[in-house]
């Protein structure tokens, strides 16, 4: 058994840290204000270990198969745990929320994507698990909403719209990109 990379071992950290990020946006209220710089720092511990994870896996050679999985499944986890609690919980002075619309968009690209890993691992199909442009800036722009919300920013709801259509965009081109991975597959098979 191959013993887990360092890399590996800051993801595992990332998806430990979750139910923390959790409790402190659920049990915040305004008279816990300190809660919300918790979970402020917390979120924000995360992202920043998320690029150092990356970093120390390209640089030091520790790419491995489990953190292919390990490392988009800890952001999934992550940001669709502060989007579903921070349109549950407003946790700014207006007591802005995060709009369901939203959320349901981000969970639905998500749970659509889970599907269709899914789907390739059961057909014995091997895909690249590379994140694409169109994810990257998903990913960013789903961090600055909730950001947006942890530091009170009176202009996040402009974020919103963005990230928004950001989401689709790349929830298209992973559909699309799987769908010709299948085609291409079937086609092989056929030949067979």
Excluded at 22 to 28: D, Q, W
Excluded at 35 to 50: K, T
């Amino acid at each position: 058994m191959m013993p887990l990379t360092f890399a590996n071992k800051i993801t595992i950290c990332r998806i430990v840290l979750v139910p923390f990020f959790i409790a402190t946006v659920l049990y915040y209220s305004p008279e816990k204000e300190y809660l919300r710089y918790l979970a402020l720092g917390i979120f924000l511990f995360a992202v920043i270990s998320d690029v150092v994870d990356g970093y120390i896996a390209r640089t030091r050679h520790q790419k491995t198969k489990a953190g292919a999985v390990l490392d988009p499944l800890a952001d999934k986890i992550l940001l669709m745990s502060a989007f579903i609690c921070l349109s549950i919980i407003g946790v700014s002075l207006e007591n802005i929320r995060l709009p369901m619309w939203l959320v349901v968009a981000v969970i639905s690209r998500d749970a659509i994507l889970l599907l269709g890993t899914l789907i390739m691992h059961l057909l014995h199909i091997d895909f690249p698990v590379d994140p694409t442009r169109w994810g990257k800036a998903t990913t960013f722009f789903q961090i600055v909403c909730v950001l947006g919300i942890l530091l009170q920013w009176s202009f996040s709801q402009v974020f919103w719209y963005v990230t928004l259509g950001v989401t689709l965009v790349s929830g298209i081109d992973y559909i699309r990109k799987g769908i010709k991975i299948l085609n291409l597959h079937s086609s092989v098979n056929i030949k067979l």
